[in-house]
């Protein structure tokens, strides 16, 4: 298998990186810087990358893929203390990262000597980057360079196309991105700024950008703020992904694009299955707007009822089981687990509970255990417990309608405080966080919560949201 890593470098003297001030770098300059960076750093070794959106750190992870090194990409502003023990757990030899004094890229080492490392091991993403997540996904050359190939394919990215980085590089989702257009030879246009930077719309339209990528919060704004008096003449191609977008607003995108001659994409992934398993072609969108479609090129999905039998009827809900060369090696939790070889095969039990309809086409109704997915993070609902309760609160956490709510009995913490609490350590806006009080929280048989119960009283109005 040849590795996009490598066959970028027949693009020379086309533009991989393009930025606001409107100067480029070429791919030739692009992979000189990258193996430069990483000159120093010894191959098969564990390294962390601070990721921003920055020409630096794409050459940075570009060198690691290049030299055989294996980064961790970390979200720059990750609090220190999660970072430092991310650290503290996997022990890289160095870091990537912005240096104060001077406000440019260098190595820190860190003394530490590299963990044993699988020799298929090529990339190491957390499965919540915003939380800190200790929890790894291990992935492959093998998985990176099947999924870039099966997205360039249904996606048709080609070297003319021009992709803004409107999400992060950290998160799989944004590394997709920078992924497919080294592929295609096509040009990343790397900004720093937010979607809701009027400077990122100005250079989104002066790059002539070609594709934007969002998750469902940013499209909702984009509907707020009247995205279709925007003149973007050159885009031709819009993608979602990050959790579900309601049927509304995808069907109100899809009019829109319509209208305009661009595609816009539904879609569905997960961080363990290297970013995408899934989407939904641009003809059926208004016919199954709730839809995350068919399996990408090259993968496969199947249901599964509570005993892990193949459900072969239609419409009937089961488990969302996965297969392709882009499924993770498995987790990582300790250092330890980065020698491990494939565990999983190629089969992703996904945790999503799912029905397909008799023309073969999926839609994700429901959570088999607790995470929740809100504007593209992934949210464990025992973490959040157990983070609440590490500062002496009792609470409940809990979702509906893609927010996460949080039970408190009666005498704890006032819901505003906790919810600021909530909001700044998961980086979720006010609107999708609810705290109420409870008078009782009902309890199964056995003496556990029963979280059913709990919503039920919650959604009913016998609480308070």
Not at 129 to 138: C, D, F, H, K, N
Not at 227 to 245: F, K, N, S, V, Y
């Amino acid at each position: 298998m040849s590795f996009f890593w490598y066959t970028c470098e027949q693009f020379k003297h086309a533009t991989a990186v393009r930025l606001a001030d409107g100067s480029g770098i070429a791919y030739q300059e692009l992979i000189q810087r990258a193996d430069r960076i990483v000159d120093t750093i010894p191959q098969g070794s564990l390294v962390a990358l601070e990721c921003e959106n920055t020409p630096e750190c794409v050459a940075a992870y570009l060198g690691c893929l290049r030299k055989g090194v294996v980064p961790v990409l970390i979200d720059a502003a990750l609090e220190s203390g999660l970072r430092d023990s991310l650290y503290a757990r996997y022990s890289p030899v160095a870091v990537w990262r912005r240096l104060p004094e001077n406000d440019e890229f260098a190595w820190r080492a860190t003394g530490c000597a590299s963990p044993l490392l699988h020799p298929d091991l090529a990339l190491l993403l957390s499965t919540s980057g915003t939380t800190g997540s200790p929890r790894l996904a291990r992935l492959s050359r093998r998985n990176l360079q099947a999924n870039a190939e099966s997205i360039v394919s249904y996606l048709g990215i080609n070297d003319y196309d021009r992709a803004i980085t409107s999400l992060p590089m950290h998160y799989s989702y944004g590394l997709s991105i920078i992924n497919t257009h080294l592929l295609a030879g096509a040009t990343i246009l790397v900004t720093v700024d937010s979607v809701m930077a009027r400077s990122f719309w100005q250079f989104m339209g002066n790059a002539k950008a070609t594709s934007f990528a969002g998750v469902p919060a940013m499209y909702e704004m984009l509907n707020r703020l009247r995205i279709d008096t925007m003149e973007l003449p050159a885009l031709r191609t819009m993608t979602q992904a990050g959790g579900r977008l309601s049927p509304e607003n995808v069907m109100w995108f899809a009019e829109y694009s319509r209208q305009r001659m661009i595609e816009f994409y539904v879609m569905y992934g997960q961080t363990e299955a290297t970013a995408r398993m899934s989407y939904l072609p641009v003809e059926r969108l208004l016919d199954k707007p709730s839809s995350i479609g068919v399996a990408i090129p090259g993968g496969e999905f199947s249901l599964h009822d509570a005993h892990g039998a193949l459900i072969d009827q239609a419409n009937e809900v089961g488990e969302l089981v996965y297969r392709g060369p882009n499924v993770m090696m498995g987790y990582a939790d300790t250092a330890e687990d980065l020698s491990r070889g494939d565990d999983l095969c190629g089969v992703l039990a996904t945790g999503d509970l799912a029905k397909r309809d008799a023309e073969g086409f999926y839609t994700i109704v429901g959570r088999l255990k607790r995470f929740i997915k809100i504007h593209g993070n992934r949210i464990s609902l025992d973490d959040v417990e157990r983070r609440i309760q590490q500062r002496g609160i009792t609470a409940y956490a809990t979702s509906h309608d893609d927010k996460l709510i949080i039970a408190l009995e009666a005498g704890c913490k006032t819901p505003s405080e906790l919810a600021a609490m909530i909001m700044k350590e998961y980086k979720l806006h006010y609107s999708v966080v609810h705290v109420v009080a409870c008078r009782e929280v009902p309890l199964t048989s056995s003496g556990k919560v029963s979280y059913p119960e709990l919503l039920d009283t919650i959604t009913s109005g016998r609480e308070d949201i």
